[in-house]
């Protein structure tokens, strides 16, 4: 499977807890996204890596929210001191860079976070 | 102010027929793109179609064609001949040109249900 895969798809946590999600994006694609869905709700950016960089944060990223991409290639995205909001689907997703509007963003499976 | 607006929650149709899901958007980047995505119960999103701001006709792939009218800032899905498998959740997102990371910006998003 060449697409973009998450792990793990679902995790239950208590609140408090720490959690970490891994994504691997398209082997060719030097960029990578994160959203995040709650139910009902379309899915809203947090942030995105081209390459190793982190250009861009969402406001809705706070500060026990921290991404990573350290090669490049995979990232993780963990959240610490989980809180029963943090409950929602975190998408990740990429695409080559380009100037042109069209360039498809390609996503995962989701990973699904509950917090009790 | 909100980018992307889908006004139907929800929408059924027969199989076989035609159904239109509509999709309205704000900017005022001259260069944008529109693009449809389908989200089933899995959650994972699959790109339908994409349509570009300086593209002269209506983009189509298969069974989905894009309504696209400029003036008045909407670009409704068309799916033609409804599958059971169609039933699903359906965003409509843009991105916009002066963004350098091309994140796309969600709508909440259309359930279609398709009857037997």
């Known amino acids: 499977d060449t697409g973009v895969s998450q792990d793990p798809r679902h995790k239950i946590t208590k609140r408090g807890q720490n959690v970490t999600f891994r994504c691997d994006p398209i082997?060719?694609?030097?960029?990578l996204y994160w959203y995040r869905q709650t139910l009902g709700q379309g899915p809203e950016f947090l942030t995105y890596?081209?390459?190793?960089?982190?250009?861009?944060k969402s406001r809705l990223l706070s500060d026990r929210f921290s991404a990573e991409r350290p090669k490049g290639s995979f990232s993780t995205l963990e959240i610490q001191r989980t809180e029963q909001g943090d409950s929602a689907m975190y998408l990740c997703?990429?695409?080559?860079?380009?100037?042109?509007?069209?360039?498809?963003?390609?996503f995962g499976e989701g990973s699904w976070l509950t917090v009790v | 102010a909100q980018k992307i607006t889908q006004t139907q929650p929800g929408m059924f149709v027969q199989e076989k027929e035609a159904v239109t899901l509509d999709c309205t958007y704000d900017?005022?980047?001259?260069?944008?793109?529109l693009f449809w995505y389908k989200q089933p119960s899995s959650g994972e999103m699959i790109f339908l179609i994409y349509?570009?701001?300086?593209?002269?006709q209506n983009a189509t792939e298969g069974r989905y064609s894009l309504n696209f009218q400029k003036a008045r800032k909407s670009a409704n899905l068309v799916i033609s001949a409804s599958q059971l498998g169609d039933s699903a959740m359906y965003f409509c997102?843009?991105?916009?040109?002066?963004?350098?990371?091309?994140?796309?910006?969600f709508g909440q998003g259309t359930e279609l249900s398709v009857k037997p």
């Open positions: 997703a990429s695409s080559f860079s380009t100037t042109r509007t069209g360039n498809t963003i390609y």
């Open positions: 349509q570009g701001s300086y593209d002269q």
């Open positions: 900017t005022s980047d001259p260069s944008y793109g």
């Open positions: 890596f081209q390459n190793e960089a982190q250009l861009e």
């Open positions: 997102a843009m991105r916009e040109a002066r963004y350098q990371g091309g994140k796309l910006i």
């Open positions: 082997s060719e694609h030097n960029r």
